[in-house]
């Protein structure tokens, strides 16, 4: 086995302080973006990242926001009709979606849409969080 010497003692002592700070600078990007949470259904977060929204370029609406939805295993929404359009994006985990009608289970990466009143109940049937991110379109 090889000695350390000093220099390289440091050089291992300056990575290891440098990894020890990335993290921390990760979940600040989250707070610093003014995040806001809500536990409207048992075992369901609703993050809102800041309050009003931003001013929006696409025609026919007036501001953009956007909403992590955190689903717990067994958790379900309320199904209440959209107030507003919207995408919807699964970050983690899967949500059995009933929508309007139609039945199906959105995976990571999976992304659809709603229109204002669209019918909408998200079920987390698995054993891990489920995580819907949600870009509210406002007119």
Known sequence: ??????????????????????KPAAVQAAAAMGSKDTSPWPGVVVRTYGDTGTASLIPGFATVSMRDIIMQPGSKTAGPPMPNPMVCHILQGEMRIEQEGKRWTAGKNYVWTCNKDTMEQAYN???????MRVTDLKA
């Open 125 to 131: 049937d698995s054993r891990t969080v489920a995580v």
């Open 1 to 22: 086995m090889k000695k350390v010497d000093r220099r390289s003692a440091l050089t291992i002592g300056l990575a290891a302080a440098s990894a020890a700070l990335v």
